[in-house]
């Protein structure tokens, strides 16, 4: 049963999201970044629990130390030299810097998009994008829908195999790039196939007509006024500021001191990110009041 932040209307639940991922693309300033990685982290918990924690640990933390490393040893501008490489390239700190804040800004994204894709479901993207582009809500919707059945049918196939004796344990290198290629090319057949069923499933059904009608099971809350106006409004309040809080790496480090006005912006703007966390424990609290 969805409850909290995930029975939220679709269009309030987009709109946050549209904030969230503006403010972790668009911002330079790293108290911003820090901000949006640690609310989104932390909602993504939420969502998803231990499965999150590895998706954080194992994806997104490494990610950040390999952009880190990558633009430090690739990128030479900045003044302030670490050391000096034997081919003569410099080592800066600015370039690991804005690596390191690079790095974060992406997975910030990341992180975001994992939530989005478990809060926006493939309902509500039929819902949200059907009656004004028929065709990128079904692809949309059948993307979303298909990476969770390729990751089983994936691991389905893999028993099928091991099952029938094509295991590639203890094989040759060539053995095992073709035991990987034929499961490939079973999965990529399954693939097409379910997505060709699904096509023509819905086209029998009339997905896409000009004047097919739609079932809605979505209704316009307060609290989706509340999240579409305070949404609307944080976005809108990043826009305008945002260049009073720009940062810059490039050839010095030029991040501006935490002021009042910068303390008052990060508490705003992180209560807008940390509205899902407390819609959910407010709605707890009171579902637990009233049993």
Known sequence: MNFGFKSLHPAAALLFFIFAFVFSLSST???????????????????????????????????????????????????????????????????????????????????????FNEIIDADKTVYLFGRFSPSFALVFSMVMRFIPLIRRQAAEINRAQKAIGCSAEGKSVF??????????????????????????????RGYGLPKRSAYSKYIFSALDLAVTFGSTAALFLFILTASHFWSGYNPVISVPSPDASLLAALTGFAFMLLSPIVIDFTEEKRWSISA
């Not at 999150?52 to 490393?69: D, E, R, S």
């Open 175 to 204: 053995h095992k790039l073709s035991l990987a290629g034929r499961r490939l090319s079973i999965l990529v057949s399954w693939t097409l196939e379910r997505g060709l069923d699904t096509a023509f499933s819905m086209q029998a």
């Open 29 to 115: 300033n790293p108290y911003f970044l820090t901000v949006s990685f640690l609310c989104a982290a932390l909602f993504s918990f939420r969502l998803r629990g231990k499965r999150a924690a590895g998706y954080l640990f194992k994806v997104v933390l490494p990610m950040i130390l390999l952009i880190t490393v990558f633009n430090g040893l690739f990128s030479h501008y900045g003044v302030t030299v670490l050391f000096t490489a034997r081919n003569g390239n410099n080592l800066t700190l600015e370039a690991l810097v804005y690596g390191f804040v690079s790095g974060v800004k992406i997975a910030d994204v990341l992180l975001w998009l994992d939530c």
